[in-house]
């Protein structure tokens, strides 16, 4: 079976509820929206295309949960609390168990955050969703790129590399996205991969002690250097105080964890600085937000971004062409 464009956005809109904040939701020419006083506005989008920002063998669930994953991500980025989302999706067919397994992953996670769908649009097309998601930071309070000083401390949440890793794995032909792994730590990767998991709970907490912050979606090197270049600072990251995996030490040689930890991508972690003095404040805070955080390094006045081993060694990345499991 396979549904008109109406029967399908109405198989959407089942799934949404009614908010105060939410005048007017799916079903008119564009939503109406209250903001509380006080608060600024925070807008973002991102698309993901099949075969571009996940293997097409995705299960539709798992597309639906990421797809919204990496724009809650950066509302995180930015410390700002979920609101509203668009969501446009372009389908090669309407069928419906595709539409409700892509709306279960996408309201399981935008029900545990608060996140209200109140509109998008539905086209035939190559399979590509994208979506725009809003959010409120208080005024003033927006965690930014380019509040980076020097000596600040560089901290960054949960382990980087463990996506980049299952990526790999997959690309080998040594992992199955559509399935669950037999292995244990495997199951960890695909889940790394598949279902990140938006770090909103510590951005919350991170109000007044981070100076800058961004989300790593290109590889914890490439984002730190983003807030480096909005600050006009550089930094220092140290290889000996990356938070080990003991997945990624089950998988591969010190030198591949490094090129996945520091270079890979779809971590959807958060990479931040703050100042020294407030060390066991960022401590209590990722205890409070249950999230882990390691703090790797120092921003510089050199405006490099470096890796340095124990000797002061800069890592240098191995150049393209470097096949992981050649
Ligand atoms: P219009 O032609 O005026 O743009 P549409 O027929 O495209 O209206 O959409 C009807 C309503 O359904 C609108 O409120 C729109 O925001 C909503 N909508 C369309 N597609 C989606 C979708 N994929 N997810 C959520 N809401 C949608
Ligand atoms: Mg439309």
Known sequence: MSLDEFSLIERIRARTVARADIVLGIGDDAALLQMPPGQQLVVTADTLNAGVHFPVQTLPADIGWKALAVNLSDLAAMGARPAWCTLALSLPAAEPHWIDAF?????ALADAHGMALVGGDTTR?????SITAMGWVPQGGALRRDGARVGDDIWVTGIPGEAAAALAL???GKLD????????ERELLRQRLLRPVPRLPASQRLHGIAR?????SDGLLADLGHICTRSGVGAEVWLERLPRSPALAALADAEQRRQWQLAGGDDYELCFTAPPQLREQV???MEFAATPASRIGRITATLQVLALDASGVPWQPPRAGYNHFA
């Open 125 to 129: 097309g190559p399979l590509s969703i």
């Open 170 to 172: 997959w690309q080998a």
């Open 177 to 184: 996205v559509a399935a669950v792994a037999a292995a244990p």
């Open 103 to 107: 709306a279960e992953g996408f309201f």
């Open 212 to 216: 800058s912050c961004v989300d790593v």
């Open 283 to 285: 401590a209590l805070a």
